[in-house]
C-alpha cells in the first residue's frame, strides 16, 4: 500500500516517477528522549526510498537533527512560543556504525528475533 502511494504518479503525488516494486522504505519508531523524541508520544516516520538513492545511514544522521525533530514542527504550528516555554529539541543519538565493523546475522538469528519481537507483541494489551 505504501509503495503505491509513493511510487506510483497520481494526482496526490505527481512527481514520483516509480513503479511500486522500484523503492524500499526506512522506518523508524522513536519511543523516549534516548531515540530523539522531543514530546511525550510515540510516532513513526515513514521514509520513501527510490532506487538509485544514495543516501545510505545519512538518512539517521536527518532524523536527529532538525529535519527528524517531529516535536519541535509540532511546537511551531501548535504554540509558536507562547507562555514562554522551550521549544523542543532532540536529546538521543543514533550510535555510529562503520560498514568494517558490522557483523552479518544468519537467517536463524534473524528469525530468532523476529520470533521473540512477534512473543512480545502478542503480550501487548
Given amino acids: ?3 503505491r502511494k509513493y511510487f506510483t504518479p ?4 505527481a512527481g514520483a516517477k516509480a513503479l511500486p516494486d522500484d523503492g524500499s522504505f526506512n522506518i523508524a519508531i522513536q519511543d523516549g528522549k534516548e ?16 532506487q538509485g538513492d544514495v543516501t545510505g545511514d545519512e538518512i539517521y544522521q536527518k532524523l536527529q537533527d532538525e ?6 514542527g509540532f511546537w511551531d504550528a501548535q504554540r509558536g512560543g507562547e507562555m514562554g516555554e522551550q ?4 536529546e538521543g543519538r543514533f550510535p555510529k556504525i562503520e560498514d568494517a565493523t558490522r557483523k552479518p546475522r544468519s537467517k536463524h538469528e ?10 512480545l507483541m502478542e503480550r501487548v494489551e
Fill in 1 to 3: 500500500m505504501l509503495a
Fill in 10 to 13: 497520481s494526482p496526490e503525488n
Fill in 35 to 50: 531515540a530523539g523524541q522531543t514530546i511525550p508520544h510515540v510516532h513513526c516516520h515513514i521514509i520513501p526510498r527510490l
Fill in 67 to 72: 529535519e527528524g525533530n517531529v516535536g519541535g
Fill in 87 to 90: 521549544r523542543p529539541v532532540q
Fill in 110 to 119: 534473524m528469525y530468532s528475533e523476529a520470533d521473540e519481537y512477534r512473543d
